[in-house]
């Protein structure tokens, strides 16, 4: 667990025995059954029937609407390695991304990067014909979301997420301009973009100063200043964070984290904002 959930949604779609279930274990699952299908399908002959599952403009503005939804689970044979790599990458972080927007907004993330992509391409596809396949650029986004969320959490060699997301972006980039894949190039950024404006248009994620500072330069100035009547303020000392919260965390080491309500998970999240902050 990277962080405390701050959402009252966060309860599993479901449980097989002991083991919860949520969304993106099903997505998982989905996705892996649609693979194992390709490879059938392609040892019988049948790998036609997968040319009808991928994304093609012009196909789509001939009426094939399917494709819009149905090219992400298409996984050929061929990329079965990193198929398997990327699903280990949505169970662990798209699991972290869902406990704390919630199931709900977790399925509003994903439908965004299922759709938003081969909406593009079809307006695209007016002007030039082009082809959509697979769901690598869908679970970068949610790899994107989590960066959002935790993005100073230390992954590989002690470096922060936020970096190794960044690196990431920036190679596909570079690939992708080196081959003239602009469609391509447009559908990984609009997956990047659709992922932190989402999870930031929820109030998640560190402060961004040039844009509080910019969103402060162009807001209009009040006519009247009110001045606040001044009243002695109370200097809250760092073990105040603290003190708040062990009740909490004794709660919690009790009864489970689902015991808190709605307003201790707040707190508690308010509680780790300002600790992260005195870390910097």
Known sequence: MFGVTTSDDDQPVTWVGSYPVHVTTLLVGLHS?????????SAFGLAGILNLMMFDSAEVLSGAVWQIGTYAFVHPPSG??????????????????ERFIGRRAFITLYLILLLGPSLLLTLWGL??????????????????????IYPRVEMFLRIMVKWIALAFGAILTLQLLASHAWSQL?????SIAGAFLFIRMRGVGPELEWWSNLKEKWQPKPKFQVVPRSSPRRVVEPEDVH????????????????????????????????LLKKSK
């Open 186 to 190: 447009a559908v990984l950024w609009l």
């Open 80 to 97: 079965l390695l990193w198929f398997a790599i990327e699903m280990y990458m949505l169970f662990m972080f798209g699991r972290e991304v």
């Open 243 to 274: 003190v708040s919260i062990d009740p909490l965390l004794e709660k919690i080491s009790k009864s489970g984290i689902n015991s808190l309500t709605a307003n201790e998970r707040r707190a508690l999240d308010r509680a780790r904002n300002q």
């Open 33 to 41: 059954i649609a693979a194992i299908l390709a490879c059938f399908l």
């Open 127 to 148: 002007g030039e014909r082009t082809g959509l396949a697979g769901s690598s650029a869908i679970h970068f986004g949610v790899f994107v979301a989590f960066a959002t």
